[in-house]
């Protein structure tokens, strides 16, 4: 007798637990249909680097706030060999890079040179293409060095959500 | 005349490295005699990543971002850990607002933690429908995280001497609409698992660690207060101003796998109750101290803060020479501490508990290996 009891008590409770799975199905869905649906992250969001060369005064402060190291760069000298302040290039590894924001918050120019934009789909083929290059010339969003054939291309296979590079003033 | 009992020949089983219920990689060693386990070796190392060794070259700012992998579940107290530490050695006055929101991202993210918990010990148990409850909620919470410091795991958010930066617009508005949400779905966590017949058969009965075993194998946090022993750094030795709020610690009585995981189940109750608290006290005022330095030189010396982070007794042990990177970094991490006991905790359970005791203890392999 106590087994059926036993066996009836615990229906009873798989039953409750059913209820609220049942309760919660005829709820409309949450979950976002990714590739067709996306979501536009938080201002403020830290997503893959951006770089404007225009700005930057080449001073490497970022590249002594990286965590990870994966910023280089070099300053370009005028016709007396003397550094000026501006680069001559400037390399960022997505592939290192620990989306702190310590390189943005150490960089002293009003907009940031570098800051994190709201890019989160960044997807390479290889790890080449995870090393970004800004020249004079080249444009947003960065171009990777191909050794092979050395030449700048663009990053392919990466979907920009951000199209206008936005950031935040503080 | 009886005859001679039949002899078993013991057989060897690796539990992991690759196994769902490991919650990383963690490979346990298991000798069994038919299905009674004899002996269990836990064997640690997989995802070792030489952070402490990696701090004696970064520089004091920077170990805050790498301090967030070590309980990748619980970033912000291990964040808080190293800057608590950090802090003693460089004598800063941290504000209160600061204080205040160290406070409520912590038991934020100690909910979210527990929540993974939840939702992973169902799984491991046999229940998937509460692994999805939990992670919609947690969803909300991670959105938050997001809005204030633009990351959802790894946020790098406390910092030596304040936070990051102050809260959003409405942030807090946002936050109380999701306790408000959320208190409700912790009875919905009763009636889905917590007194789930089957559940509790399969929880209550095994895994019991006692009082004196646990204290001498050294196991903090939840784990320790299912055996009874009412230990909380927050109540011990409270940091931030956790004197200030008003909540309680929940101590189980028999140290068996439920215990265990219904004294998480009411931390995540008495969590909430302190966000609450914490953000009606938040007054307007900085959130950085003045005069931190981008690149610090602490005098020598050394200094040890430690936290309640979600696994345990997070501790930092910070030695330094005057330079701009520590001399040495030690990490008192709870979850390398609890995972011991599976040694002793194990022999004689059999095969089938094992992935409940594991699940139970709630490892972090991030922790375990650093």
């Known amino acids: 007798m106590r087994y059926f009891q036993t066996v009836l008590n615990a229906c009873a409770d798989i039953g409750k637990g059913l209820w609220i799975t049942l309760r919660t199905m005829v709820k409309p869905a949450i979950t976002v249909q990714y590739p067709d649906e996306k979501l536009v992250p938080y201002p403020g969001f830290r997503g893959v680097l951006l770089y404007d060369a225009e700005i930057c005064i080449s001073c490497s402060l970022c590249v002594k706030a990286c965590p990870s190291e994966c910023i280089q760069l070099e300053s370009r000298k005028n016709e007396a060999g003397k550094r000026v302040p501006k680069v001559s290039w400037y390399s960022l590894d997505v592939g290192k890079c620990n989306f702190c924001r310590l390189c943005e918050e150490a960089c002293p120019t009003k907009p940031k040179a570098v800051w994190h934009s709201r890019d989160f789909e960044a997807v390479f083929s290889s790890r080449e293409e995870m090393v970004r290059y800004w020249r004079k010339g080249t ?16 990053v392919a296979g990466q979907v920009s959500l951000q199209t206008v590079p936005e950031r935040i003033l503080y | 005349m009886t005859p001679a009992p039949l002899r078993t020949d013991q057989l060897f089983v690796n539990l992991g490295p690759q196994h769902p219920s490991t919650h990383g990689v963690l490979r346990v060693g298991l000798t069994l005699e038919g299905e009674v386990i004899m002996r269990a070796e836990p ?3 997989y995802l070792h990543r030489g952070t402490e060794k990696l701090s004696e070259i970064r520089g004091w700012n920077q170990l805050v971002a790498l301090s967030d992998r070590w309980d990748y579940c619980n970033a912000m107290g291990n964040n808080l850990a190293y800057c608590l530490a950090a802090e003693k050695l460089l004598t800063v006055e941290v504000p209160e607002r600061a204080q205040h929101l160290r406070a409520v991202m912590c038991e934020l993210n100690r909910i979210a933690s527990h929540l993974i918990f939840f939702g992973t010990f169902g799984i491991d148990i046999g229940a998937f429908t509460p692994f999805l409850h939990a992670f919609r909620e947690r969803e909300m919470l991670l959105d938050l995280f997001e809005s204030c410091t633009g990351a959802r795991l790894t ?14 617009k409405g942030w807090p508005d946002l936050c109380r609409e999701f306790l408000e949400f959320f208190k409700p779905r912790l009875q919905e966590y009763d009636t889905l698992l917590s007194f789930n017949p089957i559940f509790l058969d399969r929880t209550k009965t095994v895994g019991h660690i006692s009082r004196e075993s646990a204290l001498n194998w050294g196991v903090s946090g939840p784990n320790l207060r299912a055996s009874g022993v009412k230990a909380d750094v927050r109540k011990l030795d409270p940091y931030c101003l956790y004197a200030k709020y008003d909540f309680e610690i929940p101590v189980g009585k ?11 189940m009411l931390e995540i109750k008495e969590s909430v109750r302190i966000v609450e608290q914490a953000l009606g006290l938040l007054a307007d005022g900085p959130v950085m101290a003045k005069g931190v330095a981008k690149i610090l030189k602490p005098a020598p010396g050394e200094s040890y803060g430690h936290v309640e982070a979600a696994r ?7 030695i330094s020479d005057g330079n701009t990177a520590p001399y040495r970094l030690h990490v008192r991490a709870p979850s ?5 006991i599976l040694q002793e905790l194990l022999v004689g359970q059999r095969m089938s508990d094992v992935i409940a005791i594991l699940g139970s203890i709630d490892i972090v392999l991030g922790e375990v290996d650093r």
């Open chain 1, 139 to 154: 444009e947003y969003p960065g171009q990777w060095y191909d050794p092979v054939t050395r030449t700048y291309k663009p």
């Open chain 2, 43 to 45: 064997d640690i190392g």
């Open chain 2, 155 to 168: 946020y790098n958010y406390i910092r030596i001497g304040g936070v990051m930066r102050d809260l959003p």
């Open chain 2, 254 to 264: 028999t140290g068996c796998c439920w215990d265990r995981y219904y004294c998480r």
């Open chain 2, 312 to 318: 345990g007794d997070l501790g930092v042990h910070l």
């Open chain 2, 336 to 340: 390398f501490m609890n995972l011991q």
